[in-house]
């Protein structure tokens, strides 16, 4: 796992106007939780905070540098733009070395889906729990050689050392379905043409309830 070294600074001006500023300013809005001590507001380097993330993934492990002490967080929590995609705020868990945490890690495909197969993801993430300074990034969920009708379970993957599932075992995560014919989907697509033309010819409430007068 890797770890980042990003400068912090208290952050004094609440509300969304200083948080307008905060950004404005090239900066994240921030809190970190944890270890029963009252919240702590700070605010982080925007570019630096997105190139570590890009990098190490949204488990990365950060060495805050806050008023000259030092302070081990991880994300919690990230609010991102919906249309500029840039991040907005930064839920941040205080962590220790030897410390255990549960954490939601992405779950990566790998391997060659069954010929004639279709790939169903149930879920995108599984919960471990695992060292704080010892996170995975991604863990990978193999389906190469699984036949039609198969499945993997969360008590299937293949875990990094260190780590344990937290979740229950016998949660689907990826099914191999039969992947539907051409016939099927031209079937499928035509149902969803015919209930879209029906529903634009009802009449709006207004337009109805004023025939009926």
Known sequence: MSEVRLSAEPRTEFGKGGARRTRRAGKIPAVIYGHGEAPRHVSLPAREFSHAIRQGGANVLLTLDISGTSQLAIPKAIQRHPI???????????????EKVTIDVPLTIVGEIARG???????????????ATNLPSEIEVDIEGLEIGSHVTAGDLKLPSGSALDTDPEQILVSIQEAPTAAELEEAIEGEVEEAAELAAEPAPAEAESRSE
């Open 84 to 98: 500029k995609g840039v991040f907005e705020h930064v839920d941040l868990l205080a962590v220790r070395r030897g």
């Open 117 to 131: 197969g279709l790939l169903a993801q149930e879920n995108t993430t599984v919960s471990i729990e695992a060292e």
